[in-house]
């Protein structure tokens, strides 16, 4: 079973949770663009800092207290070079993609937007890269656009291009559409919008745990990104942003760590990254985080990226064999991610979803936290496959034959 460089058999011995059955059938996880499955060396590794060098960081000298300090910032040293950014200072722990943003709004935006200045976003944003803007377009009377979708789920290069001559102050794009999967053109956008002085925060959420992201190479202002969607443990998230756009950034929250020196009327705030690292942090998760980049690093994003075209292109042309099956988003996969959202004929999605859980098969069906897309593509729900490292072609085939099943109960 070995695929371009990965050794999937090998690799799912590494994941416990994969030997359960589901309703006495072998659990065939494709939800993985909701959170991923954790391999035994990140769950040992939580495990390991709990039982042998739990202490709290940044603040003693005993020797429990310096390995914690040492093995969490080591992780941070880990992030610097998985997304290759020049400094360690921007490389900040947060607790997801959702905090990540709403860090940049809360600190970037209420400096730097003012009333009638212009938010630049796309229809295809998962909610939590829409929601901090609208709100800070409502505290400070900005307003919002949106670059539009064509119909096979691809930004519209024209809208792009227009809305960006007029100069909006940012531009808060996801890099992957977590429905769609469509991958977009992220270095060419960000170059075009620093032509017109744009600031570029990248959803990365979908993105980073599936391929190569250089920000260096992107040249992208900001990335987010959640540790769970890449074998970490939830409760982590990353916000990368440039050194010179966090310097100038008051903090997001106040409490200790954040500080260098408090007295009863002003304080000074600690150097980058911490002074936006308030209060105690999730040590054992960030560490949890360090066991998954080494998980990946050892596999190399090359051949992630490799083996979910794999499975996408097969998953793609099996489903497209199923009539009155409709799929959403781009059909090359030079194109898209191991993200497949369809639905068949007008049955509910979540009566898929529930009949492919009777056997085993875990999928997500709804509006996966994107309605003003539902909205875009005019319907209420889809259901979403969504591929790993650990998934297979024979998984693939158990559920193009529990869909064709569906089709014939359902008469459609
Ligand atoms: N951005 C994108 C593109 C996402 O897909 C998600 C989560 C988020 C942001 C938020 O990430 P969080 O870790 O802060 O929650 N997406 C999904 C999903 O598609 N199904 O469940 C969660």
Redesign the pocket.
């Known amino acids: 079973m070995k695929l371009k460089g990965i050794n999937v058999e090998a690799i799912r011995k590494d994941f416990p949770i994969l030997k359960r059955k589901i309703n006495g059938k072998s659990l065939i996880y494709f939800?993985n663009?909701?959170?991923s499955q954790k391999p035994r060396q990140v769950i040992n590794a939580i495990s390991k800092y709990y039982s042998l060098y739990n202490a709290n960081i940044h603040r003693t000298i005993h020797k429990l207290g310096v390995e914690a300090t040492e093995a969490y910032e080591n992780v941070r040293d880990k992030v610097v070079k998985f997304i290759n950014a020049k400094h360690r200072e921007e490389v900040l722990f947060v607790?997801?993609?959702?905090?990540?943003?709403n860090l940049v709004a809360y600190s970037w935006g209420r400096a730097n937007i003012s009333k009638g200045d212009t938010i630049l976003l796309t229809e295809m944003?998962?909610?939590?890269?829409i929601i901090p803007w609208q709100l800070l377009a409502k505290e400070k009377s900005a307003n919002l656009k949106y670059i539009g979708i064509t119909d096979d789920g691809f930004l519209k290069d024209d809208e792009i291009k227009e809305y960006l001559d007029n100069h909006p102050k940012i531009l808060a794009i996801?890099?992957?559409?977590?429905?769609l999967g469509t991958i977009n053109p992220i270095k060419e956008i960000v170059r075009y919008a620093h032509k017109n002085g744009v600031i570029v925060l990248v959803?990365?959420?979908?993105s980073v745990p599936h391929m190569p992201v250089n920000v260096q190479d992107l040249d992208c202002d900001f990335l987010?990104?959640?540790s769970?969607?890449m074998l970490g443990p939830?409760g982590v998230?990353i916000l990368y942003g440039k050194r010179e756009l966090l310097e100038n950034m008051e903090p997001f929250q106040g409490g200790g760590d954040m500080i260098k020196e408090v007295h009863l009327n002003y304080a000074k705030w600690n150097d980058l990254p911490w002074k936006f690292e308030a209060g105690t942090a999730n040590i054992a998760d960030v560490i949890g985080f360090g066991a998954a980049i080494d998980y990946l690093n050892k596999i190399g994003m090359e051949n992630v990226r490799a083996h979910e075209v794999d499975l996408t292109s097969y998953a793609l042309n099996k489903m497209s064999e199923i009539e009155n099956l409709k799929i959403y988003g781009p059909i090359d996969v030079n194109y898209r991610c191991g993200?497949i959202s369809f639905n068949i004929g007008n049955i509910h999605p979540h009566d898929v979803a529930t009949i492919l859980d009777s056997e085993g098969i875990a999928i997500?069906s709804g509006h996966?936290?994107?309605q003003p897309l539902m909205e875009r593509l005019n319907v209420p729900a889809v259901n979403?496959a969504?591929f790993y490292i650990y998934n297979t072609k024979e998984e693939i085939d158990i559920m193009v034959n529990v869909l064709k099943e569906i089709k014939e109960v359902f008469k459609i």
């Open positions: 939800d663009a909701a959170t607790r997801n993609t959702t905090e990540a943003i944003e998962h909610h939590s890269n996801t890099h992957v559409s977590n429905v959803d990365g959420a979908q987010a990104f959640s769970h969607k939830t998230g993200v997500r996966h936290c994107a979403r969504s």
